[in-house]
């Protein structure tokens, strides 16, 4: 962009260099460890608890037809973490009946424990090479529920081939879980592996809607993302002043923050 006609500033000092946005190949992987079981403070239409798992599958849905909404072009492709990762659909796709076909065989595996996150980074790695030859990137989304267990991985600091985002769900602290130290854990494997910015949120609260509040901030592209110490978003309408904004005259409607 040039400097703005008739102003006194130096011709193009408001130019930007050009930089390509490409379309994402995103790769959710869903801990199914039995942590995924434990129930969520809220219950589905017919009174049943809704539990860790069935949100998860939930907020994936709203975050693959909002993403598509955004641009059609991303693809989306699944995986489970148990004792490590395995496929639930290998081919990356656009169509949100196809989200829906893997997310249905998506089911907890009760001899999970230990999490060693290495061959998800390699196949991540070997999709990201697919992915740049058709000029897109890759993305992993990591969904982790265990409390106890935090993840390990054997990765070479100097591949940084994708960008891997993490959501933790987890229990409060306790004598025998270790939130923090689990957090830690995710906190070194994403900054270990990611290309581009990337983000990590943690809930203990067992509330859908903070889930699905993470997960809407997620639909952020890696390549146009600012740090996430700068993520503002999104802001609390209970904490916006109804005076500032309000014309003389006009009612202040309360407004609930659930």
């Known amino acids: 962009m040039e400097g703005i006609e008739g102003a006194t500033s130096t011709p193009n000092r408001y130019t930007l260099k050009p930089n390509r946005i490409n379309n994402e190949d995103i790769l959710f992987c869903i801990d199914v460890d039995t942590e995924s079981l434990v129930e969520m403070k809220a219950t589905g239409p017919s009174g049943r608890p809704i539990t860790r798992l069935d ?10 037809n909002s993403k598509l909404s955004i641009n059609p072009e991303h693809r989306f492709a699944f995986a489970a973490l148990g004792k490590s990762a395995s496929w639930l659909r290998k081919e990356f796709s656009s169509e949100v009946d196809s989200a829906i076909a893997a997310l249905r065989g998506l089911s907890p595996n009760s001899s999970s424990g230990h999490a060693d996150l290495t061959q998800l980074f390699r196949v991540a790695a070997h999709e990201a090479r697919k992915s740049r030859a058709q000029n897109r990137i890759l993305r992993v989304i990591l969904i982790y529920c265990r409390s106890s267990t935090p993840p390990q991985h054997q ?7 994708f960008t891997l985002d993490v959501i933790y769900l987890h229990d409060k602290p306790g004598p025998e879980n270790c939130p923090q130290k689990v957090y830690d854990a995710l906190v070194d494997a994403l900054e270990h592996v990611s290309e581009y910015e990337a983000y990590i949120f943690e809930s203990g609260q067992g509330l859908t809607r903070v889930l699905f509040r993470h997960m809407c901030v997620l639909l952020s592209h890696p390549q146009q993302r600012c740090v996430q110490d700068d993520v503002d978003i999104p802001k609390s309408l209970a904490k916006k002043s109804p005076a500032a904004d309000s014309a003389p005259g006009d009612e202040n409607v309360p407004v609930s923050s659930q």
């Open 55 to 64: 949100s998860i599958k939930q907020s994936i849905l709203l975050f693959v």
């Open 155 to 161: 990765w070479p600091a100097n591949q940084k081939l």
